[in-house]
């Protein structure tokens, strides 16, 4: 069967079961300033180097410190480009989240794209953050949203810009939405896959109702599915020694790169026909549609409450 080529501008990258939609060029980006959160690992290390290879001023959240600026410095050599930062950031830390956003507000004259890649899936027990938020939930879902409020001023004054929420076609999975007297798993039967498929659930619902909130100012909200990505992330899903046997055939047959991944994402981050488009889902940098639920307002409205709520009691 014959594929659809991509229209002039584009290009098609990935596995036949996964093929991304990416920029071909990536526009220039000099002058252009981009957060990354997890920048250090997978398809955040990926979209630093990308974005710094064309450019951009990069910002980009790291956990450890020397981690980061090993990052930085290999980045730097890699592109030339030495306006690349580590902003030091525990998204499992709420006052680290507060003083990170600072680090940014206090460094950055504008900030033409945010996108929020940062992402963690437990495999044991339930854990908590240091606020005692159940983990999935609070890195995934709320220290974003707290980074994303706490920059919500200079995303203002920085229009026309836009903002991504990274999620994933595991929202799909969470079956029947939230149960919000127990958003956090605390009571109910400790499940952790059906917790990452709520918080990526969120992701999306948070970005609808984001892109409700800031319509009309310039700030384009979109959120976007990143792959089956050969990253860390994704082989700690393989722990069981029979499951981690599959994975070298699952490599190079099925999951896509992370240099792959960031291509579509870097596509609903920077395509300059994407302006003016809010609200929207894409997978693989594709245009397409969520669930139902990922699409309900007043789903989203009450997540949007309760999460400020969260956020305002510490």
Same mark, same amino acid.
């Given at each position: 069967?014959?594929?659809?080529?991509?229209?002039?501008?584009?290009? $098609?990258?990935? =596995?036949? !079961?996964?093929?991304?939609? +990416?920029?071909?060029?990536?526009?220039?980006?000099?002058? /252009? %300033? @981009? *957060?990354?959160?997890?920048?250090?690992?997978?398809?955040?290390?990926?979209?630093?180097?990308?974005?710094?290879?064309?450019?951009?001023?990069?910002?980009?959240?790291?956990?450890?410190?020397?981690?980061?600026?090993?990052?930085?410095?290999?980045?730097?050599?890699?592109?030339?480009? $030495?306006?690349? =930062?580590? !902003?030091?950031?525990?998204? +499992?830390?709420?006052?680290?989240?507060?003083?990170?956003? /600072? %680090? @940014? *507000?206090?460094?950055?004259?504008?900030?033409?794209?945010?996108?929020?890649?940062?992402?963690?899936?437990?495999?044991?027990?339930?854990?908590?953050?240091?606020?005692?938020?159940?983990?999935?939930?609070?890195?995934?879902?709320?220290?974003?949203?707290?980074?994303?409020?706490?920059?919500?001023?200079?995303?203002?004054?920085?229009?026309?810009?836009?903002?991504?929420?990274?999620?994933?076609?595991?929202? /799909?999975?969470?079956?029947?939405?939230?149960?919000?007297?127990?958003?956090?798993?605390?009571?109910?039967?400790?499940?952790?896959?059906?917790?990452?498929?709520?918080?990526?659930?969120?992701?999306?619902?948070?970005?609808?109702?984001?892109?409700?909130?800031?319509?009309?100012?310039?700030?384009?909200?979109?959120?976007?599915?990143?792959?089956?990505?050969?990253?860390?992330?994704?082989?700690?899903?393989?722990?069981?020694?029979?499951?981690?046997?599959?994975?070298?055939?699952?490599?190079?047959?099925?999951?896509?790169?992370?240099?792959?991944?960031?291509?579509?994402?870097?596509?609903?981050?920077?395509?300059?026909?994407?302006?003016?488009?809010?609200?929207?889902?894409?997978?693989?940098?594709?245009?397409?549609?969520?669930?139902?639920?990922?699409?309900?307002?007043?789903?989203?409205?009450?997540?949007?409450?309760?999460?400020?709520?969260?956020?305002?009691?510490?």
């Amino acid at each position: 069967m014959s594929r659809t080529p991509p229209p002039p501008g584009y290009r $098609d990258c990935g =596995r036949r !079961v996964q093929r991304v939609r +990416a920029l071909d060029p990536v526009p220039d980006q000099r002058g /252009r %300033t @981009v *957060l990354v959160t997890g920048g250090t690992d997978g398809v955040g290390r990926a979209l630093v180097e990308h974005l710094a290879a064309v450019g951009a001023t990069v910002r980009f959240t790291a956990r450890d410190a020397t981690k980061g600026e090993r990052v930085r410095s290999e980045v730097v050599s890699a592109t030339g480009n $030495d306006d690349v =930062r580590v !902003v030091l950031l525990d998204l +499992a830390d709420l006052a680290s989240v507060r003083a990170g956003a /600072r %680090t @940014v *507000l206090d460094t950055s004259e504008r900030l033409d794209v945010v996108i929020t890649n940062a992402g963690y899936q437990a495999h044991g027990p339930r854990e908590v953050t240091a606020d005692g938020f159940e983990r999935t939930f609070g890195v995934n879902h709320l220290g974003h949203a707290l980074l994303i409020h706490e920059l919500e001023p200079l995303i203002r004054a920085s229009t026309p810009n836009r903002v991504v929420i990274v999620a994933s076609e595991a929202h /799909r999975r969470a079956k029947g939405g939230f149960d919000f007297d127990d958003l956090q798993m605390a009571r109910s039967k400790w499940q952790a896959t059906l917790q990452y498929n709520r918080s990526k659930l969120a992701n999306i619902l948070y970005a609808r109702e984001l892109a409700r909130r800031l319509a009309g100012t310039g700030v384009d909200v979109l959120a976007a599915h990143p792959g089956g990505v050969d990253t860390p992330m994704m082989r700690g899903n393989f722990r069981n020694p029979a499951l981690r046997a599959l994975y070298p055939a699952l490599r190079h047959t099925v999951l896509i790169s992370p240099d792959e991944s960031a291509a579509g994402v870097l596509r609903v981050a920077l395509d300059p026909t994407l302006t003016g488009t809010t609200s929207e889902y894409f997978e693989l940098g594709r245009a397409a549609t969520p669930t139902t639920d990922a699409q309900d307002d007043a789903m989203a409205a009450r997540l949007w409450d309760v999460t400020t709520t969260l956020l305002d009691q510490h």
